[in-house]
């Protein structure tokens, strides 16, 4: 008797281990497919938004998009600040071999710590090169989301200029911090306390202006049109 293939394929596929593939697709594995979708959506529709302050945003585009920009901006940081504490360990290391009085290491469980004598400024970390691109990784960030941002209040009828709220209060903390730090590793026997003040100040403003600005991104959407246009899409 002949047997076609097909039929010969169909007659012993009972034989054949059944795969992955075959299997049909289970509650987490279609909610994993869901979120990574979504995920993917407010991202990608976030970035050919960059320049568009016009219309609405919804939270379930939105909030994926700031997930991913922050986590970037976190590695870019840490990129920055790498590299100049591994510059300043390797000065002390030296210094400590040349000069064993002027470096004392404590040691924790949790890690370590290095402390320069006074009079060896040459072995301090370069705070002006370290908080500028820390400052620049934070502009580009800001530059991604301010769209963004801008598009969600509108969804909830607020202005977008909202979201400048935290952004003086920044730019400050950038500019002084450098100084403030380079003042404090000089060891000055009488360090003038005035500038630290202002930069805590500076700081407990800037996260109560974000905390708000926060609050305001988390309102619900207007339901229907409003002053900005029809909802967006979810």
Sequence with gaps: MVIKAAERSAAFSFLRRPTFAD???????????????????????????LGVFKGRESPGRFWPYVAC??????????????????DFFAKAARLAAEHPEAVSVQTSPGGYSVRVAAGHPEVMPDFGLMFGGIGATVALAAALLA????????D?????????????FLAFGLVAMPRVFAEVAAGS??????????LFLNNMLYLAALGILVLLLCRRGTPGPNRFGEPADA
């Design 156 to 168: 909830s009828g607020l202005t977008g200029w909202l979201g400048l709220l935290p952004l003086p």
């Design 23 to 49: 299997r049909p697709p289970t509650l987490n594995q279609g909610l994993y497919v869901q979120l990574r979708d979504r995920f993917m959506n407010g991202v990608i529709t976030n970035l050919r938004s």
């Design 189 to 198: 026997e009488t360090p003038d306390l005035t500038p630290v003040l202002l």
């Design 147 to 154: 769209a963004a941002v801008a598009r969600r209040l509108h």
């Design 69 to 86: 920009v922050i986590a970037l901006t976190m590695v870019g940081a840490f990129a920055v600040m790498i590299p100049v504490m591994n």
